[in-house]
């Protein structure tokens, strides 16, 4: 095809398609994955959730450890964010 090898076709033509094509859908499912870990902490697995909680109960603590909670898991999910739209500006600009 065009004179490239297999290799080469899949480097500069298919590959850039496919990841302007499939990158939203990742970007999405990224960030619901880390939004939805927060609900993970209910279903009794180790994980920030619960580690507020467990902050809660020992020190009498209401509303400091979930506030500080729900800042990390709103920078996670904005820096995941953040580097997947800039993924997604390098792959469109190849």
């Known amino acids: 095809m ?14 850039p398609q496919a990841l302007r094509i499939g990158m939203p859908a990742f970007k999405f499912q990224a960030v ?21 909680q467990t902050i809660r109960t ?14 990390i898991y709103f920078l996670l999910a904005w820096l995941l964010n953040k580097l997947l739209d800039f993924i ?4 469109s600009q190849i």
Do not use: H, N
């Open 88 to 91: 997604l500006f390098r792959i």
């Open 32 to 52: 619901a994955t880390v939004k939805g870990t927060s609900v993970v902490g209910y279903v009794a697995i180790q994980d920030l959730t619960l580690a507020a």
């Open 2 to 15: 065009l004179g490239f090898s297999k290799l080469q076709t899949m480097r500069y033509i298919v590959l």
């Open 58 to 71: 020992s020190t009498g603590q209401d509303l400091l450890p979930l506030l500080v909670t729900t800042l």
